[in-house]
């Protein structure tokens, strides 16, 4: 056999498995890794922090997030406002043929998936090597007349009539680049990475602000078009869950799953609908209140415990925040029922991060709490809701802000939480995210 005949015949059998690997994908669904930013497993990790300083910074991120979501009306576009550098958890993924690694925030709270290219007129310094996309078989820049280009792409035309797009940040950072498609490969926890060609993301030749040199970009996961998720689309039929293991545990690798891989079933589910609102990146969840031991603390204020009280989709669900965040009358109100319910010495935080703390020695007992989402009850274990930021002092997981309400990643540590955005649903089960 001729040498060109061997190079078609072995350039066939690739795409062909390639297309089986896809094919497979889609029918069986798959998993991959995502891991915390401060974990073993990261490259933001410090060995010289300890547990619970890399805790104190999170919630720091945390609120520092909170405060800046909020609903950019300066345009007529659907956006969102956030801190360019604030997810909490990182997924590893590859670009273009042959397949370049890149190590990007995974945030249910965007959706364009970007990453710095080469060669890049203004960039944040990166560690790691810039994306070229000359050196990609398979990259394309979209022309501003392409169906796919975005209709809200706020950038508009280049000059070289290309798609570009221009992303804002609430700290001052941004990206800047050209909308393209590309193969992207994501790991698989089987055997097989799945390749999703021809996919939109972001290629960012200007990027300014507090990006982590230690990162590459964003996988935006959430509701709007451009996410990895609505871009999957069909073939996950809209569904994608996670498992996050609590702090400390293990490397600090948790699973994601897509498609038929993501079902959440059996024993102590609980679903509560998704709510269609603006900007449609998030995803809006309806919340009754809190029960604190035997005590209901009512989110709409009212007294008849009716879920009607609560106005539906009065808080988000976010991977990227950890705390859980309230508006400040609804959070004094549980604050006060939590103090009452808890057993312990009262401490301070000295940064002013927490308002309610306790000496972590054994009086400690804090009282079950459990969420009252429409659509069923969700008790969260203590985890969950009290974190030790010293060696000494235990505190209160939740805080206080008035731009948004978020429902933070602590809160769904060893819960497998599963969306279904054609279901209408996020279920969450009690889990050992450990074993997941």
Known sequence: MSISRICIALSLFVSFSLLISFSAAQTRGFSTKIYHRDSPASPFYDPALTLTERIRRSAARSIARANRYRLDASTDSPKATITGDGGEYLMNISLGTPAFPIVAIADTGSDLIWTQCAPCSSCYTQKLPLFNPKKSRTFRELPCDSTACP??????????????????????????????????????????PVKLPKYIFGCGFDNQGTFSPEGSGIIGLGGGSESLVSQLG????????????????????????FGKAAAVSGRGVVKTPLVKKSPDTFYYLTLNGFTVGEDKVLLSGGSSGNAADAEE?????????????????????????????????????????FSLCYTADNSFKPPTITANWAGGDVELKPFNTFVKISDEVVCFAFAASDNLAIFGNLAQMNFLVGYDKVGGTVSFQPADCTQA
């Open 234 to 257: 069909d073939q996950i039929n809209g569904k994608f869950s996670y498992c996050l293991v609590p702090l400390g545990s293990g490397d600090g690798t948790s699973t994601i799953n």
């Open 151 to 192: 209709s809200d792409s706020s950038s508009g035309c280049t000059d070289d009539n290309k798609c570009g797009y221009t992303v804002g940040y609430g700290d001052g950072s941004s990206t800047n680049g050209v909308i393209s498609t590309e193969t992207i490969t994501l790991e698989s926890t089987s055997a097989t």
């Open 313 to 353: 989709g009065n808080i988000i669900i976010d991977s990227g925040t950890t705390l859980v965040i309230l508006p400040s009358e609804f959070y004094s109100q549980l604050e006060s029922a939590v103090s009452k319910k808890t057993s312990g010495t009262p401490a301070q935080d000295s940064s002013g991060t």
